[in-house]
Nanobody, 123 residues
Framework: QVQLVESGGGLVQAGGSLRLSCAASGNIFSINVMGWYRQAPGKQRELVAGITRGGSTNYADSVKGRFTISRDNGKNTVYLQMNSLKPEDTAVYYC?????????????????WGQGTQVTVSS
């Protein structure tokens, strides 16, 4: 069983900053890609940023230059530093991880979601 626990959401004024964290725990062999998604009311869930185990990153165009994703492989944790926040960044933010699990015949990958953390940016 693998759990992803997010923290760091909250209410902030436009122009402010927040840092989200997501820690994975359980019977983990290793974690491949980790990412942050968000879902605003009435909209589809969208990718915000992703990072591979080796540190390669990708970002949605809407957050480039403002958000930074990073990870600590030793702690199985991914972070999202969000600066210059805008009201349109308001959403529930979800952590996602591709977790490599050990089985009797080798390993396999399952994808897991965190419970979500609310980020609200006031104008």
């Amino acid at each position: 069983q693998v759990q992803l626990v997010e923290s760091g959401g909250g209410l902030v004024q436009a122009g402010g900053s927040l840092r989200l964290s997501c820690a994975a725990s359980g019977n983990i062999f290793s974690i491949n890609v980790m990412g942050w998604y968000r879902q605003a009311p009435g909209k589809q869930r969208e990718l915000v940023a992703g990072i591979t185990r080796g540190g390669s990153t990708n970002y949605a165009d809407s957050v480039k230059g403002r958000f930074t994703i990073s990870r600590d492989n030793g702690k199985n944790t991914v972070y999202l530093q969000m600066n210059s926040l805008k009201p349109e960044d308001t959403a529930v933010y979800y952590c996602n991880a591709g977790v490599e699990l050990a089985s009797g015949s080798g390993t396999y990958v399952n994808y897991y979601w965190g419970q979500g953390t609310q980020v609200t940016v006031s104008s």
